[in-house]
């Protein structure tokens, strides 16, 4: 071979490499075409663009945004992962029908963003790590929020669950410090475990009748929760689920419970009345270990049915503490 013809294939070679290199760019950022398959949550990837103008990352086109995979604690396989330095909002167009998972984790310089209301699912830690994003507005036609999709979010002050959501993941919300506000809609059924796991400025929450269980840790560590209403269509409160809330002073747990888990009220400092329903028909034990503060518990069955179903040193209730029933009064030694 010819050191000319030589020269002249390296040269096709590297003009061919280049050429397939920018195909998919154009001037206004990059263009993501992921794989015709499905994920695990059978969500198809669309056809999703993205660019980065002064801080704006802008997410548009048709379909469901790929999802990605934490590579650590402050990146993903998001190909704008590596600019979170610089991105500030983000903002995803009409067409765009479901946010992927990790898809804008450990952004930590994003301050807010503007989500399509054609946007139906918002996927596994979606948000994760935002530390200084302070509100977000959920679209109507949300159906899923998967898990720890705002966790970390330190700096969001309020959130409202709209009506069309129906699935929600475990401790979606965890570690959400300044998280003061929150509406939740009537057609969530279930408060997932740890989904509200140290949220240390939640003070009140209205639990809507649609709940039938509250999950294992779902308001561990609330620490300024001052009180608790539990709805009647509740059947089983978890494991822990409000262990820590050292602010609490009262609870009322509505006709319908059958069950309270292990630790339910469990270091409850400030905890000094709670009333319980004859529907709950096991305890867990430690419902009530270091609630220093409790003097009474209203029972709504009598004294027989609350000896059939508590043992009172596995509760471990105080000494002194005086359980009201209906037929008369059980101090515990």
Known sequence: MTKNKLVRM??????????????GCDRKGFVI??????????????????SLDNGTLTISGKGNMECYERVSDYYSTAPWSDKEAWITCVVIKDGVTSIGDYAFYSLRSL??????????????????????????????????IGVEAFAGCDSL????????????GKRVFLDCDALKNVKISNSVTSITDGM????????????????TSIGSGAF?????????????????IGVSAFQGCRSVTSIKICNGVTSIGVSAFENCHKLASVEIPDSVTSFGGRE???CKS????NYSGTTGQWYKIQNIGSVNINPGCVIHCTNGDIVVP
Request: aromatic content about 8%; hydrophobic content about 40%.
């Open 157 to 168: 002050t309020s959130i409202k669950i709209p009506d069309g959501v129906k699935s929600i």
């Open 33 to 50: 075409d992921a794989p015709k398959t499905e994920d695990a949550d059978s969500q198809v990837p669309g056809h999703i663009e993205w």
């Open 288 to 290: 009530f270990m270091w």
């Open 196 to 211: 509200f796991d140290s949220c240390r400025s939640l003070k009140s929450i209205e639990i809507p009748n649609s709940v």
């Open 111 to 144: 301050k807010s963003i503007e989500i399509s209301d054609s946007v139906t699912r918002i996927g596994e830690a979606a948000f994760s790590g935002c530390r200084y994003l302070t509100s977000i507005e959920i679209p109507n036609r949300v159906t899923s």
């Open 294 to 297: 409790l003097k009474s518990i």
């Open 10 to 23: 390296l040269a096709l070679a590297l003009a061919i490499f280049i050429l397939f290199s920018f195909a």
């Open 220 to 236: 561990q560590d609330c620490t300024n929760l001052t009180s608790i209403v539990i709805p009647g269509n509740v059947t089983s």
